[in-house]
């Protein structure tokens, strides 16, 4: 989407808040000398319950069983990620794969300042990107595909109720570390089948997430619902307390899954990817609390992965935090209009397109249908000049990795 350069921000050095100690004693574990004995070695009972402990606070920092090979394994090594190597980018050392994701918590990373100072990461498309397809109608099939519909009449985007813990659907603001510095995005509870009333999932872009095909996962993700309940100004952020920005907490994703498609093909303009630009995180709270994100947050919607055609949607209202001038982050926006068609690439889905002058940060926030309950898309691209959104269509391969999450 429109990705227009806003003012310069005055920056902070990232942070080298240390991660818990612990978590160097965790991975080495996970990663040293137990894998290197014989496969019919059986521990000891002193050697069971000193790895109990372990193993539990590995299921507590969130990290895999088997940690990414590409990940520092040496305490030196570690020593170094702990203390800020991982802003080192290079692209033999980025996590990339499906099951590379790791996202220990750094306890108070995330504080009002950086989270003010954080730049959208969004994505742009020009006329060239679009492919005309058939002009309206149904491409004489019945269906949406290969269809380009007339650019639609732009919606002037308006600012959500406050405060959103009482007024506002369950979209936030999704934080990432990239090569570019600290990013921001939005996301949305979701509801999961198999944790009914007590879901952890949020659904936003792939490119929120993972970079593509130039590179791979984003670290230090978290996610922040009803980010700014109250709507206060930019101005007052930096110095907010923390409550008054992230009135349920900062959630930390465990774990993140895209699209097989964006990973391969997504990029940084143009519309590579767009189609299948969608992701899923698992996330937990940084400050450990019992209870799960949809019954902290008090609702999540339904995400509705039957793609349906686009004459059968009456309305869709993309919800996001917008930071690209005229706006600057610090608020939710919606727009409600009828959704037409967009073909971004023929071999893959047509992608649902809505006008409205939403910017840069809204990125992965939700497209609810008509009343609201319901998801159909999340926020992929829109044109340099602004004016519309576009939004992949969630099929098999969405809900393939909302399922994969949901396993998890």
């Given at each position: 989407?429109?990705?227009?350069?806003?003012?310069?921000?005055?920056?902070?050095?990232?942070?080298?808040?240390?991660?818990?100690?612990?978590?160097?004693?965790?991975?080495?574990?996970?990663?040293?000398?137990?894998?290197?004995g014989p496969a019919d070695d059986k521990p000891s009972a002193s050697e069971t319950s000193a790895q109990e402990p372990g193993?539990?606070?590995?299921?507590?920092?969130?990290?895999?069983?088997?940690?990414?090979?590409?990940?520092?394994?040496?305490?030196?090594?570690?020593?170094?990620?702990?203390?800020?190597?991982?802003?080192?980018?290079?692209?033999?050392?980025?996590?990339?794969?499906?099951?590379?994701?790791?996202?220990?918590?750094?306890?108070?990373?995330?504080?009002?300042?950086?989270?003010?100072?954080?730049?959208?990461?969004?994505?742009?498309?020009?006329?060239?990107?679009?492919?005309?397809?058939?002009?309206?109608?149904?491409?004489?099939?019945?269906?949406?595909?290969?269809?380009?519909?007339?650019?639609?009449?732009?919606?002037?985007?308006?600012?959500?109720?406050?405060?959103?813990?009482?007024?506002?659907?369950?979209?936030?603001?999704?934080?990432?570390?990239?090569?570019?510095?600290?990013?921001?995005?939005?996301?949305?509870?979701?509801?999961?089948?198999?944790?009914?009333?007590?879901?952890?999932?949020?659904?936003?872009?792939?490119?929120?997430?993972?970079?593509?095909?130039?590179?791979?996962?984003?670290?230090?993700?978290?996610?922040?619902?009803?980010?700014?309940?109250?709507?206060?100004?930019?101005?007052?952020?930096?110095?907010?307390?923390?409550?008054?920005?992230?009135?349920?907490?900062?959630?930390?994703?465990?774990?993140?899954?895209?699209?097989?498609?964006?990973?391969?093909?997504?990029?940084?303009?143009?519309?590579?990817?767009?189609?299948?630009?969608?992701?899923?995180?698992?996330?937990?709270?940084?400050?450990?609390?019992?209870?799960?994100?949809?019954?902290?947050?008090?609702?999540?919607?339904?995400?509705?992965?039957?793609?349906?055609?686009?004459?059968?949607?009456?309305?869709?209202?993309?919800?996001?935090?917008?930071?690209?001038?005229?706006?600057?982050?610090?608020?939710?926006?919606?727009?409600?209009?009828?959704?037409?068609?967009?073909?971004?690439?023929?071999?893959?889905?047509?992608?649902?397109?809505?006008?409205?002058?939403?910017?840069?940060?809204?990125?992965?926030?939700?497209?609810?249908?008509?009343?609201?309950?319901?998801?159909?898309?999340?926020?992929?691209?829109?044109?340099?000049?602004?004016?519309?959104?576009?939004?992949?269509?969630?099929?098999?391969?969405?809900?393939?990795?909302?399922?994969?999450?949901?396993?998890?």
């Open positions: 989407m429109s990705a227009t350069a806003r003012p310069a921000r005055r920056r902070r050095p990232a942070l080298a808040t240390a991660a818990v100690a612990a978590v160097l004693a965790v991975t080495a574990t996970a990663c040293g000398p137990e894998a290197e193993k539990d606070l590995k299921e507590e920092l969130g990290l895999p069983d088997k940690l990414p090979k590409d990940l520092p394994t040496s305490l030196k090594d570690l020593e170094g990620w702990r203390n800020g190597e991982w802003k080192n980018w290079s692209k033999d050392d980025w996590l990339r794969e499906a099951g590379d994701f790791i996202n220990p918590i750094i306890d108070d990373l995330w504080d009002p300042d950086r989270m003010k100072d954080a730049d959208e990461n969004d994505r742009e498309v020009d006329d060239s990107d679009i492919d005309a397809g058939e002009s309206g109608g149904d491409n004489g099939t019945g269906e949406d595909e290969g269809v380009t519909d007339p650019t639609p009449p732009k919606v002037r985007a308006e600012q959500v109720r406050t405060p959103y813990t009482r007024n506002a659907a369950p979209v936030g603001k999704v934080f990432m570390d990239t090569p570019k510095g600290s990013m921001v995005c939005s996301g949305t509870v979701v509801k999961d089948p198999a944790n009914p009333g007590r879901s952890n999932l949020v659904a936003t872009a792939g490119h929120c997430v993972h970079a593509g095909s130039s590179g791979g996962w984003f670290r230090n993700v978290v996610f922040v619902p009803h980010y700014n309940p109250d709507g206060l100004p930019d101005s007052r952020l930096a110095d907010a307390q923390q409550q008054d920005v992230a009135p349920h907490g900062v959630w930390w994703a465990q774990y993140a899954q895209t699209t097989d498609h964006w990973i391969k093909n997504g990029s940084q303009s143009g519309g590579n990817g767009a189609p299948q630009d969608f992701a899923m995180m698992k996330v937990k709270p940084e400050n450990g609390s019992g209870k799960s994100l949809e019954e902290t947050v008090g609702k999540a919607a339904d995400i509705n992965f039957n793609t349906p055609r686009v004459k059968g949607i009456s309305t869709l209202t993309p919800t996001g935090y917008p930071a690209a001038p005229p706006f600057d982050g610090a608020k939710m926006y919606q727009c409600t209009g009828k959704p037409g068609r967009v073909t971004l690439d023929p071999q893959q889905p047509t992608m649902y397109r809505v006008g409205c002058t939403m910017t840069g940060g809204s990125s992965g926030g939700g497209w609810f249908g008509p009343g609201g309950d319901e998801l159909l898309s999340v926020t992929s691209v829109g044109p340099v000049t602004g004016g519309w959104l576009a939004g992949p269509r969630l099929g098999d391969e969405a809900k393939g990795v909302f399922e994969t999450v949901s396993k998890k």
